[in-house]
């Protein structure tokens, strides 16, 4: 009963049409790519309280992070995240620090390879997308178990929205890739978006992201400030802000 109260609310009063993912800071759906892009010169500057459930297995803790984000052109965006690391886990606590004393820091681009409906009426947007694509930990091997690379990824994302009636639905398929073998995301991730008519800034997301289902909902108030909640496996609450400043 509980559970139902929960994913009830999310739908109804969580508080746009593109979204912030919480994990990376980039445009896309809650954990899963999309091929959507932010409008020209869009600044997104953001944080988020992350679940330990939606981490990499390096953070058996909960943690936070935060972003900045610039889409340069309708074609390329560019991000640069930190994730908090405690003291503890790093072994610093017998020299006197504990807490949140560190961070893992990474970039993540996007390019568009193709708009929706370019050539054709039916024709999906295509991006193409990598997060922490590389590392001078562990060799330098790219995303691998010994090197850092704790959030990378390789992916190419296809979307296409659909009109039901005066209703708007988004299909979101993509394909990602990478090495590591604690924390693969490697397969088929799919998404489905929606964004009412009645509050038009409101949309609700259900993914699978290549290993695990979740459930969510994001909100643009006053067409700034972003919030958005995800129930990772339906049961793991991560939820974030982030604000919009657009230079054109």
Same mark, same amino acid.
């Given at each position: !009963? /509980? =559970? =139902? /109260? @929960?994913i009830t609310s999310l739908f109804l009063c969580c508080t746009i049409v593109l979204s912030a993912q919480l994990t990376y800071g980039t445009t896309g759906l809650l954990h899963v790519p999309s091929a959507e892009m932010q409008r020209d010169k869009t @600044? !997104?500057?953001g944080g988020n309280f992350m679940n330990k459930e939606i981490t990499p297995p390096t953070w058996y803790y909960h943690t936070y992070n935060y972003y900045l984000n610039v889409t340069f052109f309708p074609w390329l965006e560019v991000? *640069?995240?930190c994730t908090l690391f405690k003291a503890e886990a790093l072994g610093l606590k017998p020299y006197g620090y504990s807490g949140f004393t560190n961070q893992d820091r990474y970039f993540s681009v996007r390019l568009r390879a193709l708009k929706e409906g370019q050539f054709w009426k039916y024709m999906p947007a295509v991006v193409l997308g990598t997060s922490d694509p590389f590392t001078s930990s562990g060799g330098g091997e790219i995303g691998s178990t010994n090197?850092?690379?704790?959030y990378s990824r390789f992916y190419i994302a296809a979307t296409k929205h659909f009109a039901i009636g005066s209703e708007e639905v988004g299909i979101h398929l993509s394909y990602l890739y990478n090495k590591r073998k604690e924390y693969k995301l490697n397969g088929v991730a799919a998404g /489905?978006? *929606?964004n009412p008519t009645f509050a038009p800034d409101l949309r609700v997301i259900a993914e699978y992201d290549s290993k695990d289902f979740a459930l969510g909902a994001t909100y643009l108030l006053f067409n700034h400030l972003h919030m958005q909640v995800e129930l990772q496996r339906m049961k793991y609450f991560t939820g974030g802000l982030a604000y919009k400043i657009y230079l054109k």
């Open positions: !009963m /509980i =559970k =139902k /109260i @929960v @600044v !997104m500057l991000a *640069y995240t090197g850092n690379g704790y /489905i978006s *929606y």
